[in-house]
């Protein structure tokens, strides 16, 4: 088993950067969801909401990010220095809220400009915790970036073959792993061996992580990630075949124990 492909999202819910190798930091990769677009409630505004997100190509550049998206100039921006934080979370229905710092006026008029509505760009710039004690079976602290709820989500290439046999044998076209919006992708694991990593340890190259739990999947599966347009698949599919207590599940959610570099090619181990 080995790493195939590494990505990360630099601003929650845009287009993915893809990598051959990466920093593990405590609270996942390096330049990975630092960023978020804030309504005006200070609520993450996400693909669940706008499929428009996946035009937004952002890179992090030295000291702060690059925007760009069809149709708009290319914009820089700088990591926030000083200045008031705002609180701000993830989903509406989060109760802790997370103070981040604004990008400021010209960011907020450009991802305006490009999603339609009234919106602020903010920093993360101290990950902290923005869930409540208890919430998850396997607590990150305030070790999490503005990630749903965990550092890091895995994904195996044999769960996704298998996934698009099923959709083969119901008339449908296949997914591509984009969909899915992993972090880290390994391949030669049987189809679904993640479903038994779950509470172990696992080594990629010479990182330990923590196998925190399976993750339940949502519309945002169902957004072609170059285009934008929504269809019902893979949910019903995924309904129909991996449906455990009410949540359609693809992927492992991995939690860090070491810190430093990752390259795809890197063998992958499951500790006994």
Excluded at 166 to 190: I, K
Excluded at 221 to 232: A, C, I, N, Y
Aim: with cysteine; charged share 25%.
């Amino acid at each position: 088993m080995r790493l195939s492909s590494i990505h990360t999202y630099p601003v929650k819910g845009c287009h993915r950067l893809d990598h051959d190798g990466a920093v593990v930091q405590p609270w996942g990769l390096a330049g990975d969801r630092r960023w978020m677009v804030v309504d005006a409630d200070g609520v993450g505004v996400t693909q669940r909401e706008t499929t428009r997100l996946v035009g937004l190509r952002a890179r992090v550049r030295s000291g702060g990010l690059s925007l760009r998206a069809d149709g708009q100039p290319d914009l820089d921006v700088a990591e926030p220095a000083g200045g008031e934080p705002v609180a701000v979370r993830t989903f509406r229905s989060r109760k802790l809220p997370v103070p981040a710092l604004p990008a400021g006026r010209a960011a907020d008029e450009w991802l305006g400009a490009l999603l339609g509505r009234p919106v602020r760009l903010v920093w993360l710039g101290q990950p902290t915790r923005h869930l409540a004690p208890g919430d998850r079976e396997h607590d990150t602290g305030d070790q999490v970036s503005f990630a749903d709820a965990y550092p890091l989500l895995l994904a195996n290439t044999a769960s996704l073959d298998a996934l698009n046999d099923w959709l083969a044998e119901a008339g449908e076209a296949p997914v591509p792993m984009t969909r899915f919006r992993p972090n880290l992708v390994v391949g030669g694991a049987p189809a679904w061996a993640e479903d038994d990593w779950v509470g172990r340890s696992l080594r990629i190259g010479d990182l330990r992580f923590r196998a925190a739990g399976p993750c339940d999947r949502c519309v945002v599966t169902t957004t072609d990630q170059e285009t934008g347009v929504r269809t019902k698949e893979p949910l019903r599919t995924l309904g129909r075949h991996r449906n455990v207590r009410q949540k359609l599940l693809f992927g492992l959610h991995l939690v860090p124990i070491d810190t430093g570099h990752l390259a795809v090619g890197a063998p992958l181990v499951i500790a006994p």
